[in-house]
């Protein structure tokens, strides 16, 4: 074990004393200091970032260039380029050179390959074969985001302990063809929360109020989004200071002492990857500024995509047809009204009565559907489908959910007290809890909480105001993406109460500590004392006691206890 030297705490704490708020916060940020950390001053601080645990973490933390330059201090001063990011993570001292402990723990790693900065090579364009299958996965991954966020939308994704997607979840969203693999969710679901349109709340993943907005672009600008953020959560140390990044065969040689970070570096490749950022063997052509600059141009990515549609064909057995991939914000509202059955650059949707009420009650009329599919239908509507939009619409509302004013309850009515019977033993409702009531249906659960219980058992079913008229029922609010708290915030308190100690004679407050180490280590300490005379004078005593502004200790030489005004202390040393 390693302990800094009375010398190094000192020095250490001068210089936390002396940085701003910000500094201070983005120093603690970056050694992952807990904000709760107990201190009762600056130089309990800095004895906390220079034990042998906390400077390892530091360590692993570096990146190869950093490493090498401190092997390189290990006699001097770190060199001007990289001093300054050394010294923002209190590894350094004011001229520059590491402090003892920093120093002892890279000499337990001499030699290391960790000291040595690797070679980065420009990556070469890639193979005409390569180019082309990751423009089809981009297409196919910004597709499948686009159906977790749907998922997510409508109710939010649950996750298990470890963090991962629930297993329902995950077969569910295999099962309709969204992904592939959980591997592949749980890569998306990283990108999607990157990219702020996916935040993890209450063990579960919601949509955030950016997906709608989304959803509507257009596959490239949807791609060029999620790949911008994906570049802007990239480890600094992968960063470029031009904002792109560096080639990916040099990311796992970046962290050399974390021992967590090979599998890390392999992850982050592997969704870039799949997203389209990356490929096997060279520089895409659509992201060669991205990687330079960190600004997306999709112009060469578009060229790439197969054209997007704005028709399709409709069927007389209710089927919809895509002769190529639908504009998305087509799709997302024929997605309301239709199930989909395939999913392809040609995809075939189907209408049912169970679709089409889902639809109206969200929002549609058999009206607004048909004026949509006039729209972009190249075939017109076949009469079995305008029959069933128009018997669907005949039917719903049949099932009427409000609040009764007087009690606060949920109350689902009906004309038909056939439909009512069948509610009221409907197994799927047994959460909300209905009971018959007058020839209604009553429930202490929430009136929109009943209305989407309704809609998803597919019943026709309407929400309705306290006037009885018809009122739109959004299933959830979307949220804001929750950002992590800025360093300066996450340790307000911390450093309020830091400087709130700090005292302005810091010899005095130096003293004062060694003093309280002394006495609690029951230590025998070289004290020496300023006398009357201007003279100066050396006790040895073994400390016992703290207070009212003296010292008191046991001198065992002269076998008496002595108590000594600290105002007379002029300095204190260990024997």
């Keep these: 074990m390693t302990v800094a030297g009375p010398s190094d705490e000192r020095a250490l704490a001068s210089l936390l004393a002396a940085s701003g708020d910000e500094e201070l916060a983005q120093l603690f940020a970056a050694r992952k200091l807990p904000p709760s950390t107990p201190a009762q001053d600056f130089f309990d601080i800095a004895a906390t970032l220079l034990t042998d645990a906390s400077v390892d973490r530091a360590l692993t933390r570096l990146a190869a260039p950093e490493l090498a330059a401190l092997a390189a201090a290990q006699t001097g001063p770190v060199a001007a380029p990289l001093r300054s990011a050394l010294a923002s993570r209190a590894l350094l001292d004011a001229d520059g050179v590491p402090f003892q402990t920093v120093r002892s723990r890279l000499a337990e790693r001499a030699g290391s390959e960790a000291f040595t900065s690797p070679a980065v090579a420009p990556l070469p364009p890639a193979d005409p074969q390569s180019v082309a299958a990751a423009a089809e996965r981009a297409f196919e991954q910004v597709a499948s985001l686009a159906d977790i966020l749907l998922a997510a939308t409508s109710a939010p994704l649950s996750r298990t302990g470890a963090g991962s997607i629930s297993a329902t979840e995950r077969r569910r969203l295999i099962d309709d063809g969204a992904v592939a693999s959980a591997e592949q969710l749980e890569d998306l679901i990283v990108l999607g929360a990157d990219a702020g349109l996916l935040s993890d709340e209450d063990r579960s993943w919601q949509a955030t109020d950016a997906a709608p907005e989304w959803l509507d672009e257009g596959t490239s600008d949807r791609w060029g989004e999620v790949a911008s953020a994906y570049v802007r959560a990239l480890p600094e140390a992968l960063r470029t200071p031009e904002g792109g990044f560096l080639p990916p065969p040099a990311w796992p040689g970046v962290y050399r002492l974390d021992p967590e970070w090979p599998e890390q570096a392999a992850a982050l490749v592997r969704r870039g990857v799949l997203w389209g950022v990356l490929a096997d063997d060279g520089l895409l052509p659509w992201t060669a500024q991205l990687s330079r600059t960190g600004e997306v141009d999709t112009r060469t990515l578009t060229a790439a995509l197969p054209p997007e549609v704005d028709k399709i064909y409709l069927q007389a057995d209710l089927s919809a047809i895509s002769p190529g991939p639908l504009a998305p914000r087509l799709e997302q ?76 309850r949920t109350v689902v009515r009906s004309s038909s007290p056939q439909l009512l019977a069948t509610i009221a033993v409907d ?133 008496v206890e002595r108590t000594l005004p600290m105002t007379s202390i002029v300095s204190v040393s260990p024997r």
Excluded: C, K
Aim: charged fraction near 25%.
């Design 333 to 408: 509202r024929l997605r309301r009204m239709a199930t989909r059955e395939t999913r392809a650059q040609a995809s075939t949707y189907r209408f049912t009565a169970e679709s089409l009420t889902a639809a109206m009650s969200g929002g549609e009329s058999a009206e607004s559907v048909h004026a949509f599919l006039s729209e972009i239908s190249l075939t017109g509507i076949p009469q079995p489908l305008a029959y069933l939009i128009d018997a669907t619409a005949a039917r719903h509302g049949a099932i009427r959910v409000g609040t009764d004013a007087a009690t606060g």
């Design 427 to 559: 197994q799927s409702l047994r959460p909300v809890g209905l009971v018959e009531h007058e020839g209604a249906l009553v429930s202490r659960a929430g009136r929109d909480a009943v209305y989407w219980s309704l809609v998803d058992a597919r019943y026709p079913v309407v929400a309705v105001d306290e006037n009885d008229h018809l009122e739109r029922v959004l299933r959830r609010s979307m949220r804001q993406a929750a950002p992590e708290p800025p360093p300066r915030e996450q340790y307000r308190e911390l450093i309020a109460a830091l400087r709130g100690a700090q005292s302005g004679d810091a010899d005095a407050a130096w003293l004062e500590r060694e003093l309280e180490q002394a006495v609690r280590a029951r230590a025998t300490i070289d004290v020496t004392v300023s006398l009357p005379d201007g003279s100066t004078r050396v006790f040895a005593l073994e400390a016992t006691g703290l207070g009212g502004g003296r010292l008191r200790g046991l001198d065992r030489a002269a076998d």
